[in-house]
């Protein structure tokens, strides 16, 4: 029996996403995650600058930790600035680390950030992903379907 779909989430502000990720894994359940931030880091998202293509999440201890996304310098910032591309620790609760631990060990899942958004409150979020990578015959049946759906669309619009 399958799980019912979560609900999204309050996305007001998507600042970066990372589409790559829906084409090289399986997404089986999403997370989302608060991320600590210094104030620079805060401004240069909210400018719509940063990116999570290469990044991945790790669990170091007892916490989860975000890795190799980068966020560029503040361009208004001092000496204050942050380094673009350091470890940004995630926010989540002690049970839904254990989760992802348990999953990452024992499924050999991969955790991999889909977007960095600002939610209705202001507060800067992380979509994680418990995700399975895929294979390249599962990518080319990925390609082969979005081609089809797409002509689908051409064929409706032009006979309907």
């Known amino acids: 029996m399958s799980q019912p779909p979560t609900p999204p989430f309050d996305k007001q502000k998507v600042v970066a996403e990372n589409r790559r990720a829906r ?3 399986f997404v ?5 995650a608060g ?9 240069a998202l909210r400018n719509g ?6 990044s991945y999440a790790t669990v ?4 989860v930790v975000l890795i190799n996304s980068h966020i560029p310098e503040y361009k208004n910032g001092s000496w204050m600035n942050h380094e673009p591309r350091r470890k940004r620790h995630l926010l989540l609760r002690k049970r839904e680390i254990g989760k992802l631990m348990g999953a990452i060990q024992r499924q050999g899942l991969t955790l991999v950030p889909l ?8 507060k800067a979020k992380v979509e994680l ?14 390609i082969k379907e979005r081609d089809w759906k797409r002509e689908q669309g051409r064929l409706l619009r032009s006979h309907g």
């Open 23 to 25: 084409y090289d894994y």
């Open 60 to 63: 170091e201890g007892e916490e």
């Open 129 to 142: 992903a418990l995700a399975r990578g895929k294979k390249n015959h599962d990518k080319r049946e990925t």
């Open 28 to 32: 089986e359940e999403r997370f989302e």
């Open 115 to 122: 977007s960095i958004y600002f939610n209705g409150k202001g």
């Open 49 to 54: 600058e940063g990116s999570i293509a290469e």
């Open 35 to 43: 991320i600590a931030l210094q104030g620079t880091e805060v401004k």
